[in-house]
């Protein structure tokens, strides 16, 4: 659903590319990953393109950092709902 609400490919969430818009949309998916399933951290990582445990931390706190913008909490929330 993150890759559909960006119009980008799900594999582009499992690349190595860290263009703004993949990184928000990767970060995203971390974060909704993290609250809306019990995996652990290094699961998400590995699901996510093998990324490590401290990358995985780093998204969800920066999303929950940024959850205060409200263009960022309108994004994680549709997303969400989709869900």
Not at 9 to 27: G, H, T, W
Not at 41 to 62: D, M, P, Q, W, Y
């Amino acid at each position: 659903k993150v890759a559909e609400y960006f119009g980008i490919q799900s594999r582009e969430l499992l690349s190595k590319q860290k263009s703004q818009k993949i990184n928000l949309a990767r970060a995203i998916a971390v974060y909704l990953s993290t609250k809306l399933t019990d995996l652990p951290i290094t699961e998400i990582g590995n699901k996510l393109g093998g990324r490590s445990h401290s990358t995985i931390i780093s998204a969800k706190k920066n999303i929950e950092k940024r959850l205060k913008e409200e263009h960022i909490k309108q994004i994680v929330d549709d997303i969400e709902r989709s869900i």
